[in-house]
């Protein structure tokens, strides 16, 4: 079964980075595209950022354009989501999951990981 496993997240300052990873299991991940999604306190789900299959092609969401980069490891069935100048308003909980069709399809799988937290203090 699709199992997804997000780690990394932390409590850091303003202008801070981090790098989040998803570990992936249970489909076929080299064929999948692969997004970042974040979920604020009493607020929707919203799509972060897409990489294509072979970490090519990336799509980024308006807001972390410049700040953010996806990558990922096929080797690793893993996807990375690197975070440069964080701001208090990136403070969400970020979970990963692979989009429908590209790059903001509904994500295909409806059992979604833990999710990892990421908090920004001023």
């Known amino acids: 079964q699709v199992q997804l496993v997000e780690s990394g997240g932390a409590l850091v300052q303003s202008g801070g980075s981090l790098t989040l990873s998803c570990a992936a299991s249970g489909f076929a991940f080299s064929e999948s595209y692969m997004s970042w999604y974040r979920q604020a306190p009493g607020k929707g789900r919203e799509l972060v950022a897409t990489?294509?299959?072979?970490?090519?092609?990336?799509n980024y969401a308006s807001f972390v354009k410049g700040r953010f980069t996806i990558s990922r490891d096929n080797s690793a069935k893993s996807v990375y989501l690197h975070m440069d100048s964080l701001k208090p308003d990136d403070t969400a909980a970020y979970y990963c999951?692979?989009?429908?069709?590209?790059?903001?399809?509904?994500?295909?799988?409806?059992?979604w990981g833990q999710g990892t937290q990421v908090s920004v203090s001023l």
């Open positions: 999951n692979s989009p429908s069709w590209w790059p903001s399809g509904p994500p295909r799988f409806g059992s």
């Open positions: 990489v294509d299959t072979v970490g090519q092609t990336k």
